[in-house]
């Protein structure tokens, strides 16, 4: 084994994956919003809810393509760079990456074609059927690809047999519990996600004094949305770091930047992990809180690094870090939506700029809780790449060479940049540009009973034509 080779294996996964994870993540809450859009033009009858069923319906489409190509990627470097999980692994993370492909994949690729060509060859019931399926074949794909990397976390229903890992019992495997808190959690990230999407877009339409019925939409929906899942994603969110604690007590450790056994354990707020003397420099810590939130308890016993011999011992610094950067962008983001939506009530955020500047400028809080969140689950499980079973070292191709990881690694980096380039660069323009149709709205407090209500100077209006206006 090449341990550059490693190495370089390691960051191209880590970078391919990075990239990864945004679209997806992206396309899971906004499948989600295309379906209640266009529930409510069912239902209301406005135009303004097809308007942005059409506007968003594209930009779902660029990242759904984005997802696929850079999807298609990490099948391949399992069995590149790989081989050996590949081998050992493959009784049960194929079919489980197979069921991804003929459940979720095929209802968003069929549906999808349906959403893009058929408005007006299908009824309106159907259509509105065909953009549930593509939000649930989106769901579909996280189930199977989190019931697949929870499987890596947590091994069970598997005998090893031969020197390959077997499914004994599938029912062990896809109920796993560990899946049915690591599930939702990534689910109501994505919802998350896309909420801050929609409502920074509406935030920026209003100070730009563009689309004023659209944006009111998107800022309220949005901001109503997070102010809801908000709290149900920190209490799954606790939830995963229960099964952390009780499975993975090495990645609980350096999570928490404890080095030495403590009853009761304190929590580390901030500090810098210092792995040659096992102690945090700079730390502020609050007693007992550490046993209260991994135990539930004010006496409880929590462990320390040094219960475990250094080859066992995750990286410290990376899911110390990124665990709290997490935390941050959820509290920020709560912060934002609960203000935001108070606000929105009492009808004062759309002169509220410095809020409509916060919430415009949140819409990167997301994804970078996700990436964060995702990479204190995989750099905390090191050094394994199956939990307690198959080393990550132990796992890559024995054959492969450095210059050949570097240059795989080198082109990834030249095609992804070149490609998701044009492709952000092309969402940009259809949220500059905006919904390409406006549609009539009266403002807030007009009545059929004074017509001169209507004469609102911030209203803007325009033509909407297959509304009869």
Not at 232 to 252: E, I, R
Not at 322 to 344: D, E, H, K, N
């Amino acid at each position: 084994m090449d341990a550059t080779a490693l190495l370089l294996s390691r960051i191209q996964f880590g970078f391919t994956i990075s990239f990864h994870i945004i679209f997806p993540a992206f396309t899971i809450g906004l499948a989600a919003w295309l379906t209640v859009l266009e529930a409510m033009h069912m239902r209301t009858g406005r135009p303004v809810y097809q308007a942005l069923f059409e506007f968003w319906l594209k930009i779902f489409g660029v990242a759904f393509g984005m997802g696929v190509v850079s999807g298609v990627v990490m099948g391949f470097q399992f069995g590149t760079n790989w081989s050996v999980l590949s081998k050992m692994s493959g009784p049960i993370q194929g079919p489980l990456l197979s069921y991804e492909t003929f459940t979720a994949f095929m209802l968003e690729a069929s549906f999808f074609g349906v959403l893009v060509f058929g408005r007006k060859r299908l009824p309106p019931r159907f259509y509105l059927f065909s953009t549930a399926m593509v939000s649930l074949g989106t769901t579909l794909s996280a189930f199977w690809i989190m019931t697949n990397n929870s499987w890596m976390q947590v091994p069970v229903g598997y005998v090893l047999q031969n020197g390959y890992f077997v499914p004994d019992d599938w029912t062990k495997i896809i109920f796993n519990s560990v899946v049915w808190s690591r599930f939702p959690h990534m689910l109501l990230a994505a919802y998350l996600t896309g909420a801050f999407c929609v409502a920074a877009t509406g935030a920026w339409y209003v100070l730009r004094g563009d689309h004023y019925a659209e944006s009111r939409v998107m800022l309220r929906m949005g901001l109503f949305l997070a102010a809801l899942l908000i709290p149900v994603q920190l209490v799954f969110g606790h939830l995963v770091g229960d099964y952390v604690h009780d499975y993975q007590p090495a990645k609980f450790a350096a999570i928490e930047g404890r080095w030495h056994d403590e009853q009761p354990a304190s929590e580390v707020l901030i500090g810098l992990p210092d792995p040659a003397t096992e102690s945090n420099k700079y730390e502020i810590k609050v007693p007992i809180l550490g046993s209260i939130i991994a135990s539930s308890s004010l006496t409880s016993k929590e462990v320390g690094l040094t219960d475990f011999v250094l080859q066992d011992r995750p990286p410290v610094l990376i899911p110390f870090v990124t665990f709290r950067i997490m935390v941050g962008c959820g509290l920020i983001m709560l912060v934002f939506a609960w203000f935001g939506s108070y606000l929105s009530i009492k009808r004062r955020l759309r002169r509220n700029r410095a809020m409509l500047w916060a919430i415009f400028l949140s819409f990167p809080l997301p994804f970078i809780a996700i990436l964060t969140g995702w990479y204190v689950a995989e750099v905390g499980r090191q050094p394994w790449v199956v939990y307690g079973l198959l080393r990550t070292a132990d796992a890559v191709t024995p054959f492969l060479t450095a210059p050949a990881a570097m240059t795989s690694l080198v082109l990834f980096g030249a095609v992804y940049l070149f490609i998701f380039s044009f492709g952000t660069f092309y969402i940009y323009r259809l949220l500059r540009a905006g919904p390409t149709r406006l549609v009539v709205e009266p403002p807030h407090g007009a009545s059929p009973n004074r017509p001169m209500s209507l004469a609102d100077p911030e209203l803007i209006q325009s033509t909407y034509p297959s509304a009869g206006e």
